[in-house]
């Protein structure tokens, strides 16, 4: 079992803290229908790499491609992001 000390539990919520406003965002323009930011390139360049750095930070892989990687999870990161309900704004 992989150990976590407190330096890493903090810097672990400072990483997903700092992609809660965005990922927000993202979801607002899509239920509100703003097409213009919808089709913006460089946004949504932004937004997949954003959840490619979630996918990455719940799971342990030696695997470079987001969409096809398999692991084995970290519970302590996956049970953060369920606490700062994250999973609900995905």
């Not at 607002?28 to 360049?45: A, F, P, T, V, Y």
Request: aromatic share 6%.
């Amino acid at each position: 079992m992989i150990e976590q000390t407190q330096t890493d539990y903090i810097q672990d919520c400072l990483t997903i803290h700092a992609a809660i406003p965005l990922l927000k965002e993202y979801v607002s323009d899509i239920r509100n229908g703003r097409e213009e930011k919808l089709r913006n390139k460089e946004r949504m360049r932004k937004i997949e790499n954003l959840l490619t750095e979630v996918i990455f930070f719940v799971t342990e892989t030696e695997d470079s491609d987001p969409y096809t990687c398999e692991g084995i999870p970290y519970k302590e990161r996956q049970k953060l992001l369920r606490e700062l309900k994250i999973v609900e704004v995905l």
